[in-house]
């Protein structure tokens, strides 16, 4: 073993299903807690679940069961165990004292992994709001002597200075990065503003999905491509060349997940503006994965929550070439007629989904007339700049124009141009 080697937090697993769930959704629900904490840097060691009826107030789960997990983290030398729901801090504070390893549940585990993950100040604020607005109403002397005593996963972030710290100190920070997120907003919103003339696009799916896989393919651009979930926290914006020559601009965001909690989705939301901004959607979808539906499902009801619904939306499978059977693609395109199939990371149908956005694009056209006066040649470049020619027709004592715009520019052209604009 290397010297001072940080070693992976062996890990267990414990999901609490309601009775009656089938066996194949709680396995998958697992496999993803696995992904979640291997993404945060733990090795899962072994897994288990207890379905109830109701989570017992005091342990989240039965006596019995309590028992049974005291023996798998002596038998297998576990020390970190995590919940796939969300726990009181009552049901933690009793299972730490059961159980006398660190116990986290999943809302402390995703917090964890965008700690790890925050890049830029905006992300980081936003993960630090999170974290402090769910470990507010959990203060107690028990966090204090967590951090000190464990530390690892689900205890990075703002943990040893902040949990120290009383609750009006808490609250304090929680307004100064109320204000600091608001104010980076009002600063996107001006960088926005010179791109207002250009179409957008934004890239929204469940995470690990790819997103920045599809990103860079359609860009080159230099995003973060990698196997774990949640790989990218901050928006990454490109300009694209699309097939009828024009210029649009595409955006990656932060994906989604089952059990996103409410709280997590606010601190997130000046992130999520640039789907607020686009003027149409590319909602990219794991084609391999066996419960594609309910991702598909928990994406659709997220943008529902953030009142997202009314913008064009192009379903875009993905990973098809990790589909051997080619009866599954044929049932695919059957289930959902409406959606493009592809591989972004070997390039498969990337040109019909180009094709898809330029129609989406191009379905926003509008056509103005215009007469330019001879003596307003000066207006002539803008003219060329914020639309394309149709038509043009010299005439005694102007230009006569039928220009096409996208629905975006079309304020923006009226402004300038209202004068000459023909009924």
Avoid: C
Avoid at 124 to 129: D, H, I, N
Wanted: proline fraction near 4%; avoid cysteine.
């Amino acid at each position: 073993m290397i010297e001072n080697e940080i070693l992976p937090e062996r890990t267990l697993l414990v999901a609490i299903p309601q009775k009656g769930t089938s066996k194949d959704t709680i396995e998958e629900h697992l496999e993803e807690l696995s992904s979640l904490v291997y993404t945060a840097g733990g090795e899962v060691v072994d897994t288990i679940y207890q379905e109830v009826i109701s989570l017992n107030p005091a342990t989240a789960i039965g006596k019995g069961k309590v028992q049974e997990i005291k023996n798998i983290i002596k038998d297998k030398e576990i020390n970190l165990v995590v919940f796939d729901d969300e726990l009181t801090p009552v049901q933690t504070k009793n299972l730490e004292s059961e159980f006398q390893v660190k116990v986290i549940d999943r809302t402390t585990l995703i917090l964890a992994i965008f700690a790890k993950h925050a890049r830029t100040n905006e992300a980081k604020a936003q993960v630090e709001l999170a974290q402090l607005q769910y470990m507010l109403p959990r203060l107690t002397r028990l966090w204090t002597h967590l951090s000190k005593q464990y530390g690892g996963i689900g205890t990075r972030g703002p943990g040893e200075k902040q949990i120290e710290s009383d609750r009006r100190m808490i609250k304090l920070r929680i307004q100064r990065l109320q204000k600091k997120l608001k104010e980076i907003a009002k600063q996107k919103e001006i960088e926005r503003k010179p791109r207002s003339n250009f179409y957008k696009f934004a890239i929204v799916g469940y995470t690990n999905a790819g997103k920045s896989t599809l990103m860079r393919h359609l860009t080159n651009a230099n995003v973060l491509v990698e196997d774990k979930l949640f790989a990218t926290l901050d928006t990454t914006t490109k300009a694209l060349r699309l097939p009828n020559d024009k210029i649009a601009l595409i955006s990656d965001t932060v994906g989604f997940i089952r059990k996103l909690p409410t709280h997590l989705v606010a601190s997130f939301r000046s992130t999520l503006n640039e789907v607020q901004f686009a003027d149409a959607l590319i909602h990219i979808a794991d084609a391999s994965h066996r419960f594609l539906s309910e991702q598909i499902s928990i994406v659709e009801d997220t943008l529902e929550s953030l009142n997202i619904v009314h913008k064009p939306k192009i379903l875009v499978l993905n990973k098809i070439d990790l589909i051997p059977d080619k009866e599954y693609l044929k049932f695919l395109q059957t289930e959902y007629p409406e959606a493009i199939l592809i591989s972004a990371e070997r390039g498969i149908n990337i040109s019909a989904l180009l094709n898809r956005m330029t129609s989406i694009m191009e379905s926003d056209i509008r056509y103005v007339k215009l007469f330019l006066p001879y003596s307003k040649m000066e207006l002539l470049p803008l003219v060329y700049k914020f639309s394309s020619i149709v038509q043009k027709e010299e005439k005694n004592e102007g230009i006569e124009f039928l220009t096409k715009l996208f629905k975006q520019e079309e304020n923006f052209f009226v402004k300038i141009f209202q004068p000459y604009i023909l009924n």
